[in-house]
């Protein structure tokens, strides 16, 4: 007699986290530490290392090979230094006397004289970076800008990608898209090295940008369809670990490649060795079924219950109950409209909404501007992502507390830690770093949580809806972050009190949010809205017949 079970069942069956699952992670990891490179690598490759104006009358050659051995930059550097005299020289004064007068006197000649605009370039330090795309293209002064737009177009990227390659996956399978997705990226990575100017490179990382999301999402998503519900949690958690490898390693690869052209050739060649995840990345058994192709998902199924060393038994059939299921869900034809269209729904979803936009806000925020604290960069670099570590492991202790709760405590510590940096010094550069690294501490804990919230908040019939709305305003987020770092032109500030605001803001709401914690899961909207909402009597009688069919939840086979 055969025995109908679900796919959760089934996973339960074979070992929800057996040797298969947990080889799959390890080719599922691997690229999160390429990720994060490609993510961070602006902060090395985009710097503006201290400059100065090189006179029109300057004497000084103007070929790359030819460095200035003792260019004066505490002109702008110094404590009395000026950040002005960067992009501006002082009349009358050749090239050559900015090396050689001491910093008092320079600074009382140009005072004594009329400044002209810098027609001749500038010439840059080279004590920290040998080359970047700052120095190599002059983004400083009137076109300092470019380097935040160039940024944010990145950012831009992912948000376009999470949207085509999410349709993509769901057409083509989580596997192909991943592949497809690997490949462009190694492929305009290297493109990047060898841009011949800043607008090709900018739409070269922007094709990046999309091809990150194109992995991040899938291969999350394949390890989540291939996992049993008692270890997700933890499996996530694994995913953002590596991602918090490659921030350490990327600290380590930039402070031994100086050039702007060889990091950026140096992370994504690597990227072409993941040619073998054609013979070893397996599919999605779920999108399989969820495709109609059950004969393939079970001869896949029955691979990972061998691997597992449980076999599956000849007459178990993976129950079918979830294709009708999905019917009765695409019959009703929900849209991203009923998100907000009853009362409950609509405040649950908008602060959702606006948690993701904050968290992703304030994450890249904060590691894409290291260089404002201070410290040294390639040190600071280091710590940001040793305190990746900590953030993300401390949530597996305080989740199955109250989610609410977590998600409240570690806004708040963000959002006060960006708030306090404000208040410190300039010449308390360790207090400040520290003070940051404290507000990246609980952003990232609180940027974990919010993927493990927003999937219980939402119910089952919308969840896939409201997932996609967030994910497109954290995107939203990403593009702002480097924007907001243009106001330090109106006051340096600016861009710390306004992370600390909004982040606070985020605690605030969350209060107005349900536990979840220990609870059922929402399948519908009328579990969500309670009594005062009703949906129709015979869809829900036909979901009940369902899932008395296949008792457990038959639509996590789809989210």
Request: proline share 4%; aromatic share 12%.
């Amino acid at each position: 007699m055969e025995r109908s079970m679900n796919f959760d069942e089934i996973l339960s069956h074979i070992g929800g986290f057996g040797k298969f699952q947990k080889s799959l992670y390890v080719w599922i990891c691997l690229p999160q530490i390429l990720l994060a490179f490609h993510m961070l690598i602006s902060v090395f490759t985009g710097a503006v290392p201290p400059h100065l104006c090189r006179s029109t009358n300057s004497t000084w050659p103007l070929a790359a090979s030819s460095d200035p051995p003792n260019f004066n930059f505490s002109l702008v550097t110094g404590p009395d230094g000026d950040p002005g005299r960067s992009c501006s020289a002082p009349g009358g004064i050749p090239g050559t006397l900015l090396v050689q007068l001491n910093h008092s006197t320079a600074l009382a000649f140009s005072d004594s004289h009329d400044t002209e605009s810098c027609q001749g370039g500038w010439e840059f330090s080279k004590e920290t970076f040998h080359s970047t795309v700052a120095t190599e293209w002059d983004l400083v002064c009137d076109n300092t800008n470019l380097n935040n737009i160039g940024s944010s177009i990145y950012m831009f990227g992912l948000l376009v990608g999470a949207v085509l390659f999410g349709f993509l996956a769901d057409k083509y399978g989580r596997r192909n898209i991943i592949l497809v997705g690997l490949t462009i990226q190694s492929t305009c990575g290297v493109g990047a090295a060898f841009a011949p100017n800043f607008y090709m490179y900018v739409f070269l990382r922007f094709v990046v940008g999309t091809t990150i999301s194109a992995v991040i999402m899938n291969a999350f998503v394949l390890g989540t369809e291939w996992t049993g519900s008692k270890h997700r949690m933890l499996a996530g958690i694994i995913t953002d670990y590596f991602f918090g490898f490659g921030y350490i390693i990327l600290a380590g690869l930039a402070y031994l490649i100086r050039d702007w052209r060889k990091l950026q050739l140096a992370i994504s060649a690597p990227g072409f060795l993941f040619i073998f995840y054609i013979w070893v990345l397996p599919k999605s058994a779920r999108w399989l079924m969820a495709n109609q192709r059950n004969e393939e998902a079970v001869d896949l199924i029955r691979k990972a219950a061998l691997m597992n060393g449980k076999p599956l038994r000849e007459d178990i059939e993976i129950c079918q109950g979830y294709k009708d299921m999905v019917k009765i869900e695409e019959s009703t034809k929900y849209t991203v409209v009923d998100l907000v269209r009853t009362p409950k729904m609509r405040r649950n979803s908008l602060i959702m909404f606006y948690l993701w936009f904050v968290n992703v806000l304030v994450y890249y925020g904060l590691s894409l501007n290291i260089s404002d604290f201070g410290m040294n960069i390639y040190l600071t670099q280091l710590i940001f992502g040793l305190v990746e570590m900590p953030a993300r492991t401390i949530t597996l202790f305080t989740l199955n507390r109250s989610r609410r709760i977590s998600q409240l405590a570690f806004l708040a510590v963000g959002g006060l830690a960006c708030l306090l940096t404000v208040f410190i010094p300039d010449d308390l550069s360790i207090i400040r770093t520290v003070l940051a690294m404290v507000g990246k501490f609980g952003i990232t804990a609180s940027l974990s949580i919010v993927y493990v919230y927003s999937a219980e908040v939402f119910p089952t019939v919308i969840r896939q809806s409201g997932i996609g709305m967030s994910s497109m305003c954290a995107r939203a987020g990403g593009v702002l972050a480097p924007i907001i770092y243009l106001l330090r032109g109106v006051s340096k500030k600016a861009p710390m009190v306004l992370f600390g605001l909004c982040t606070l803001l985020g605690a605030a709401l969350t209060l107005l949010l349900p536990e979840t914690a220990h609870q059922h899961l929402a399948d519908t909207i009328e579990d969500v809205e309670g009594s005062s909402f009703s949906e129709d009597s015979e869809e829900g009688n036909m979901k009940a017949d369902l899932y008395e069919e296949c008792p457990r939840r038959n639509t996590d086979i789809i989210n």
